[in-house]
């Protein structure tokens, strides 16, 4: 079975610094993609990056970017030039290409992150 | 376009009563799903449906049962709710189509269920 870990509840940072947020998973499969999902205080689940798992670069998207390592079982998300409505719950999700098929989204426990003025 | 609604919004109910939640989407979407959030655990799939009059058990599926009768919309029931179903209430919908467009979810603003 496919796990997600998030080992970080909680972390902060400064207005216009750089963070990382961790998250590893297990799977046994070759074929999956990885999501991070960003939740804010209005509790909408919005859709930050994905990654393919068979593309060798990692997914950037405006000022959010991933580290990719596939041998690793690592997807962290990197917030460059944090801005105070980064502030949100995010959730790492991975997902296996069942082409043709239901395709299950298994979540994170959740990494909450405070921007701070 | 409104995408993926819920309703409602916020609910308390109290132990043994019932309900539903409705969902709706205007996306024309073959998939949707049920899932429920909870401090420290992520979002867990409840129940599911691939198409029109199908539907599938998720990782927790009891206490809850499902219908897709129209295919815009997906209904989730508590037959009789119980406190350890306070929780809120996510419903996503998506599409089979070409990869990798095809396998985003699509997730409504939820639903705050509190059984007291």
């Known amino acids: 079975a496919q796990t997600v870990t998030q080992s970080q509840p909680e972390m902060s940072v400064q207005e216009a610094e750089t963070v990382t947020l961790s998250c590893t998973y297990d799977?046994?499969?070759?074929?999956?993609?990885l999501f991070w999902y960003k939740q804010p205080p209005s509790r909408q689940m919005i859709l930050v990056i994905r990654q393919e798992a068979y593309k060798q670069q990692n997914a950037t998207e405006n000022r959010f970017s991933v580290n990719f390592q596939k041998a690793a079982k690592s997807f962290s998300l990197k917030i460059s030039d944090s801005q105070l409505g980064d502030t949100a719950m995010y959730f790492c999700?991975?997902?296996?290409?069942?082409?043709?098929?239901?395709?299950?989204?298994?979540f994170g426990a959740g990494t909450r992150l405070a921007v701070h003025p | 376009n409104a995408g993926v609604t819920q309703t409602p919004k916020f609910r308390v109910l109290k132990t043994g009563q019932s309900m539903t939640l409705l969902c709706a989407q205007d996306?024309?979407?073959?998939?949707m799903y049920w899932y429920r959030q909870d401090p420290g655990m992520g979002l867990r799939l409840i129940h599911y449906s691939v198409g029109e009059g199908t539907t599938a058990k998720g990782e927790v599926p009891d206490g809850y049962n499902v219908s897709r009768l129209k295919k815009q919309n997906f209904l989730l029931g508590l037959e009789s709710a119980a406190p350890s179903q306070t929780s809120v209430y996510f419903c996503a919908s998506s599409y089979p189509g070409v990869a990798p467009s095809s396998y985003e979810q699509y997730f409504g603003p939820g639903t705050r269920l509190t059984v007291t």
């Open positions: 996306m024309n979407h073959e998939y």
């Open positions: 999700a991975f997902m296996l290409d069942v082409s043709g098929g239901y395709n299950k989204l298994i």
């Open positions: 799977t046994s499969e070759n074929n999956y993609y």
